[in-house]
């Protein structure tokens, strides 16, 4: 069984930055994706950037385009939401999730997934 282990998150003041990371305990196939997912709390949980096995493909939501970048590691198994800019409406546990497709639409959906971390908490106030 895949296990995802999210980590990195903490509080930090607008504008500041995150790097969070999610390790997965076996080597995921390049024909499978992952997936950073985040909940506020109230909220529904929402989609905010993928990447492809292979790399070839990545996908941003609009309200993080140019502030976040995903990234992998194959050789240690572990994928990168590189978080800059940060704003208080990005405050929410995120979690990466694993799945075969990086597409805009399997964003707006969290069913399309088979595993998931447990998230780790990323809070931006003043």
């Known amino acids: 069984q895949l296990q995802l282990v999210e980590s990195g998150g903490g509080s930090v003041q607008p504008g500041g930055s995150l790097r969070l990371s999610c390790v997965a305990s076996?080597?995921?196939?390049?024909?499978?994706?992952i997936a950073w997912f985040r909940q506020a709390p109230g909220q529904e949980r929402e989609g905010v950037s993928c990447?492809?096995?292979?790399?070839?493909?990545?996908v941003y939501v609009d309200s993080v385009k140019g502030r976040f970048t995903i990234s992998k590691d194959n050789a240690k198994n572990t994928f990168y939401l590189q978080m800059n800019n940060l704003k208080p409406e990005d405050t929410a546990r995120y979690y990466c999730?694993?799945?075969?497709?990086?597409?805009?639409?399997?964003?707006?959906?969290?069913?399309?997934?088979?595993?998931w971390g447990q998230g780790t908490q990323v809070t931006v106030s003043s």
């Open positions: 076996e080597f995921t196939s390049d024909y499978y994706s």
């Open positions: 990447i492809s096995g292979r790399g070839g493909r990545i």
């Open positions: 999730a694993h799945g075969t497709y990086c597409l805009p639409e399997f964003l707006r959906s969290d069913q399309f997934y088979d595993h």
